[in-house]
């Protein structure tokens, strides 16, 4: 079981936070298809679904704040984005 906080430290879920896309691209450089896809459409709901198979024994509410955050960003952005192409 890995724990988040002996991988990485407060900065990192800044990087994540702020420029999700960068930092999944550079944290992880792996995976097939769907990981490009992912970090293509919704880099925030892959970082999520990361979480959840990476640390969702040892840290349970980190995860739980991960789908809470993708969730809320991702469509948070998207309607952001409709607006503007309805102007």
Same mark, same amino acid.
């Given at each position: 079981?890995?724990?988040?906080? =002996? $991988?990485?430290?407060?900065?990192? %879920?800044?990087?994540?936070?702020?420029? #999700?896309? &960068?930092?999944? +691209?550079?944290?992880?450089?792996?995976?097939?298809?769907?990981?490009?896809?992912?970090?293509?459409?919704?880099?925030?709901? =892959? $970082?999520?679904?990361?979480?959840? %198979?990476?640390?969702?024994?040892?840290? #349970?509410? &980190?995860?739980? +704040?991960?789908?809470?955050?993708?969730?809320?960003?991702?469509?948070?952005?998207?309607?952001?984005?409709?607006?503007?192409?309805?102007?």
């Amino acid at each position: 079981m890995t724990d988040f906080w =002996t $991988v990485h430290g407060f900065g990192f %879920i800044l990087c994540m936070f702020f420029f #999700p896309r &960068l930092t999944l +691209f550079f944290a992880t450089l792996c995976g097939g298809v769907w990981w490009w896809l992912g970090l293509i459409f919704v880099p925030r709901i =892959t $970082v999520a679904v990361l979480a959840t %198979i990476t640390y969702g024994h040892s840290n #349970p509410a &980190l995860v739980a +704040f991960t789908w809470l955050w993708a969730f809320l960003l991702e469509f948070t952005e998207k309607a952001g984005s409709q607006r503007l192409a309805d102007q």
